[in-house]
């Protein structure tokens, strides 16, 4: 079991710290799991004070011990009720505060209201810009716990070129593949934190079980029924029609992300001409992809790729495409930046994304996703399974 090096915590919290204290906002309260662990090293129920001058405290409700054991943090302590957290949050300021920072973009309208009422007269602001922001860039720590997922991740898709087979179903495969994953370590599911964005971290779709859902993804699928609309369903697998797995390998905390095609007997023309122009969409991306780039711009290149294509029509999903042909990815799939239209985040060395043109058929979708560290001199590929239609 691995737990997140003091240093690791205390150089993510100063950093931080430098964001709060440009913004003015006395300290941040954390909540959120994914963000309690990257901050903290722990998801035990707790609320991590981040003050903008002064060492963070974790106050924890449930559970102490696993809290104890799991975080690095010097300051941790059991919290008996939340009537406390003004005065002992104050007490590791460094001055009075007058305004708190928290996630906003995932905290729940009723505890924000509870909140406000607790710290008034204390001014609660957004400062979950702030912690993605510090969260974007990887250190080296984060970058080998990637790359060990990356090598596991290669190893499931080597498994689903051994087991798939004509006549097996979606949800057979699936599970398959799940019992595999489990077997390496993967958690069981994977962090999204887009609201009701849930998601399974093994996404199959064959053939025409491309139908649009809910989840903003290309491919939707139908999915077991209206509860959980979404991804592989009871269709068997048939020959000549693609396979689109769209797969996430979480380890130690960390996902990849990769999309791969495959196919038993031979895909039709078309959908094989389109896969060949995703892959060269995707080396345009790669070319352009350098430190201070703009995301949206990446997202225009490939557009246009896609336009200038007989298929431009169906890039990105068919007949509702997404507005997006990238993100970021770390301890949460949809983590920053963005790669869409308008976007100007500049790319940094460190950062982890992933890239994902598709097209989308009614009688299939092709397209591949790798996930990429960038470097100095453009972007490292991470996923190495290999790019083109996988016939078995």
Do not use: W
């Amino acid at each position: 079991m691995r737990f997140t090096p003091k240093s690791e915590l205390e150089q993510r919290c100063a950093k931080l710290q430098e964001l709060l204290k440009l913004r003015d906002i006395d300290g941040a309260v954390i909540i959120q799991n994914a963000d309690l662990f990257y901050f903290s090293g722990t998801i035990q129920r707790s609320h991590l004070f981040i003050p903008a001058e002064g060492r963070p405290v974790l106050l924890v409700k449930k559970s102490y011990e696993r809290a104890v054991e799991e975080s690095g943090l010097e300051n941790i302590i059991c919290l008996e009720s939340l009537r406390e957290m003004p005065a002992i949050l104050q007490s590791y300021s460094h001055k009075p505060l007058k305004t708190l920072g928290f996630e906003l973009d995932v905290l729940p309208a009723v505890q924000y209201l509870r909140y406000q009422k607790l710290f008034s007269p204390v001014e609660i602001v957004d400062a979950s810009s702030l912690l993605r922001t510090v969260r974007m860039v990887k250190s080296s720590y984060e970058l080998q716990i990637l790359k060990e997922a990356a090598a596991l991740h290669g190893e499931v898709f080597s498994m689903v070129r051994e087991t798939l087979r004509e006549g097996i179903t979606e949800l057979e495969l699936a599970g398959l593949v799940e019992a595999y994953s489990r077997k390496k370590g993967h958690a069981g599911f994977l962090r999204v934190r887009g609201f009701n964005q849930d998601l399974v971290f093994v996404h199959i779709c064959s053939g025409r079980n491309i139908v649009p859902s809910y989840f903003d993804g290309a491919v939707g699928g139908k999915g077991v029924g209206p509860s959980f609309a979404q991804g592989a369903c009871e269709k068997t697998i048939a020959k000549n029609e693609p396979v689109l797995v769209d797969y996430g390998f979480v380890h130690d905390g960390y996902m990849v992300d990769q999309t791969r095609i495959f196919c038993i007997g031979e895909l039709p023309g078309h959908l094989a001409r389109a896969q060949e122009v995703t892959l060269d969409i995707m080396e345009r991306m790669k070319k352009a992809a350098k430190p201070g780039v703009a995301s949206g711009k990446l997202y225009d290149l490939a557009r246009q790729a896609a336009e200038e294509s007989p298929f431009g029509k169906h890039f990105m999903g068919f007949p509702a495409p997404v507005s997006f042909v990238g993100h970021g990815i770390g301890i949460e799939l949809d983590e920053l930046p963005v790669f869409a239209h308008g976007f100007d985040t500049p790319l940094e060395e460190g950062m982890v994304i992933a890239l994902e043109p598709k097209f989308v058929f009614p009688e299939g979708a092709v397209g591949v996703e790798n996930t990429y560290l960038v470097t100095a001199e453009g972007l490292e590929t991470m996923t190495v399974f290999e790019e083109g239609i996988v016939y078995v």
